[in-house]
């Protein structure tokens, strides 16, 4: 094949303490919502509107899913590594292989290095990350000397596609 796929990765928000937040919050106000728009009782001391409270609710609930709907899909290809942090990017962000200088994987520390995870400006001299989980990830060095780290699950996968198609760079 032209343009063959040598790996392939989903990946999703796995953070046990973020969900337990999400849904506490959530879970807080459609208990505030039974309570007083439906129940008709006060929920707190000092209480905002019925409609304060749903438009609360329905927003919390909103931040929910948008987190439910974040994934970090990326492929290696012959031609180049596609990468996308889905709903912010729509479409897949090519990286061809002959503007990289070295692409290898490493371990890092999203909270130390980037500041977390998601899509993170690291300290200077570390560059940009895509990062859902984990603690390892494809180092891509360019030509123009900026740097983007990919977190990945299969760092295993990922060296051995890289090695099998010689694009393994340190």
Known sequence: MDNEVLFSERQRFKQWWLWLILFGINGLFIFG????VIGGQQFGNKPMSNTGLLIV??????????????????????????VRFFPIHWSFK????????????????????????????????????????GNKGLQLEFDNNKKLLIGTNKPVELEEALIKIGRLKQ
């Open 57 to 82: 609710t329905g927003l919390t609930l909103l931040l929910t899913l948008l987190f439910l709907s974040f994934r970090l899909e990326t492929s290696i290809k012959t031609d180049g590594i596609y």
């Open 33 to 36: 919502v039974c309570k007083q």
């Open 94 to 133: 090519h990286y061809a292989w002959n503007n990289l200088n070295k692409s290898y994987v490493r371990s890092y520390s999203a909270i130390t290095e980037y500041g977390g995870w998601g899509l993170r400006t690291g300290l200077p001299g570390k560059g940009a990350a895509f990062n859902v989980s």
